[in-house]
């Protein structure tokens, strides 16, 4: 376990070294270097940029040089443009979506953030054609909304954006009924914040019923009676893609009460 731990902490300088070096010949102008006390973090134009989410995306793909730079390009985006304006409430309402975010991104930035079980939290971002980005605090008080209607009215807005548009594939076998959401769209977890949603799932899948939202793109439900193998694999596939795949959120489960109030199920 031990050498593992460092294996992974040089396996992460080392990669965060050749970002740093393809980062250079990209963009020469741009002054960035190495985080002192974190492996997986770079300071660009003042901002700084984790690298989890790139190493991830980097290892799924060829692995090639080219690659790595067209990631890189991507991935310093948000640090060569300026941060977008964001509009009047009125004007940003229809393009306010709820996000699970992991907390630290809370820490990082003076974001607007609301708890989510025990370990995540819920972020508020502004979602155009142009630009992704997390709405401040700054945002919130300029608009003079209270915390409680702003999360209400983006998850009101993200519900009428996806109607319609959701896929899912369920089965029900035996004792064994479950449900998942993978459209890639980056809210697939964050349906799970929906009202009408949450009805729809306890319709399926009875109340009280589990669920793990792994990564940002991935949201798997089931019934509290299912056979021990399916909870094995469905615990088991939460984990993998919480290690694996890209906006890792969280391996442990869920569980959605009868009054819909969640609890994070921790080991």
Request: charge should be negative; aromatic fraction near 10%; hydrophobic fraction near 40%.
């Amino acid at each position: 376990m031990l050498r593992r731990f460092f294996t992974r902490k040089q396996d992460a300088k080392d990669f965060r070294d050749r970002v740093i070096n393809a980062a250079a010949r990209l963009f020469p102008d741009l002054l960035i270097t190495a985080s002192p006390t974190q492996e997986e973090v770079i300071n660009a134009k003042g901002v700084q940029l984790g690298l989890q989410n790139l190493e991830t995306k980097f290892n799924l793909s060829d692995r090639s040089e080219k690659t790595l730079e067209e990631l890189v390009r991507e991935h310093f985006a948000v640090a060569l443009n300026a941060e977008p304006a964001i509009p009047d409430f009125e004007a940003a309402r229809p393009l306010l979506r709820p996000q699970i975010m992991p907390p630290n991104f809370a820490t990082q930035a003076p974001i607007v953030s609301y708890p989510f079980g025990g370990t995540l939290a819920i972020g508020i971002v502004f979602d155009d054609a142009k630009s992704y980005s997390y709405i401040r605090r700054e945002d919130a008080e300029k608009w003079a909304i209270p915390d409680g209607d702003l999360l209400q009215a983006a998850i009101a807005s993200f519900d009428e954006a996806i109607r319609g548009k959701t896929k899912m594939h369920f089965s029900e076998k035996e004792n064994t009924k479950w449900l998942g959401v993978e459209t890639k769209d980056g809210f697939d977890a964050a349906r799970i914040l929906i009202p009408g949603f949450q009805k729809f799932l306890s319709g399926r899948l009875g109340n009280p019923f589990r669920f793990g939202v792994p990564n940002r793109d991935l949201l798997i439900c089931w019934n509290c009676k299912a056979d021990e193998s399916f909870v094995d694999f469905a615990t088991s596939k939460i984990r993998e893609d919480f290690e694996q795949q890209p906006y890792p959120l969280s391996p442990n489960v869920f569980e959605m009460r009868p009054d819909f109030t969640i609890v994070e199920l921790i080991p």
